[in-house]
């Protein structure tokens, strides 16, 4: 089993920066890929970044190209999302998730076994 839990949302200016932690507990945590995804309202989940269990492979969304960075701290099990450039359409409830399958974590439709609480996410314009 794997718990996680997110922190470092929170209300920002547009054009600014967060970085958001998924701290991660479970032994099986340090085999797996971890990924975040967003939900804003009335819309479906989305998927912005994942890391492989290594912390040297990573895969980014198309709304994350470019602003969002994916980082991974093994001894800490912890994986970090570094958004800079914030607009307001990131504003969403931002979910880690992990798996032992990659292909879960990155592939359309894909279902994570590992979901955190989600941190909320504001940009004001």
């Known amino acids: 089993q794997v718990q996680l839990v997110e922190s470092g949302g929170g209300l920002v200016q547009a054009g600014g920066s967060l970085i958001l932690s998924c701290a991660a507990s479970?032994?099986?945590?340090?085999?797996?890929?971890a990924a975040w995804f967003r939900q804003a309202p009335g819309k479906e989940r989305e998927f912005v970044s994942a890391?492989?269990?290594?912390?040297?492979?990573?895969h980014y969304g198309d709304v994350a190209q470019g602003r969002f960075t994916i980082t991974r701290a093994i001894s800490k099990n912890t994986v970090y999302l570094r958004m800079d450039m914030l607009v307001p359409e990131d504003t969403a409830i931002y979910y880690c998730?992990?798996?032992?399958?990659?292909?879960?974590?990155?592939?359309?439709?894909?279902?994570?076994?590992?979901w955190g609480q989600g941190t909320q996410v504001t940009v004001s314009s």
């Open positions: 998730a992990a798996d032992l399958n990659w292909g879960k974590l990155i592939s359309v439709g894909g279902k994570p076994d590992y």
């Open positions: 479970g032994r099986e945590f340090a085999d797996c890929g």
């Open positions: 890391i492989d269990w290594s912390g040297t492979g990573t």
